[in-house]
């Protein structure tokens, strides 16, 4: 049995519709990238010496909570259009991805906030799929 299939079939059990899980994910990681995209455009101090200790460039910033803003929008029109919902999900997996990579690359071992956010983005892209 498939993973989704499993999931499907435990969430039938228990009376919970794998969309309604998904809502729930989705507004949880949006919620949370919302916060980290409103530190990225403002340029918050801490965070702009942690990513530049990271070796990004200061000038991406910026263009980071972009990103993280359009993982929104497209996590939220992925409540109504499931292939939105989708490609935003793998946008950001890619991103996060790319993130604990950034913090390996520089020696740096915390990267449980990065990957807590992946696993997120990887649920929301299951539960999309899955409630499809």
């Known amino acids: 049995m498939t993973l989704v299939r499993e999931l499907s079939v435990a969430c039938h059990n228990i009376g919970v519709s794998l969309f309604i899980i998904y809502v729930v994910v989705a507004v949880i990681l949006t919620a949370t990238l919302a916060g980290s995209a409103y ?3 403002t340029r918050e101090e801490k965070l702009v010496d942690t990513l530049t200790g990271l070796g990004v460039p200061e000038e991406w910033i910026p263009g980071l909570g972009v990103i993280k803003l359009v993982g929104i929008v497209g996590l939220l029109v992925g409540l109504v259009v499931p292939a939105i919902g989708i490609a935003a999900a793998v946008g950001l997996i890619l991103y996060f991805i790319g993130a604990v990579a950034a913090h390996l690359r520089s020696g740096d071992q915390n990267i449980v906030p ?4 992946g696993l997120l983005a990887v649920a929301a892209l ?7």
């Open 126 to 132: 299951v539960l999309r799929i899955a409630s499809s």
């Open 114 to 117: 990065p990957a807590m956010l």
């Open 39 to 41: 530190l990225d455009i």
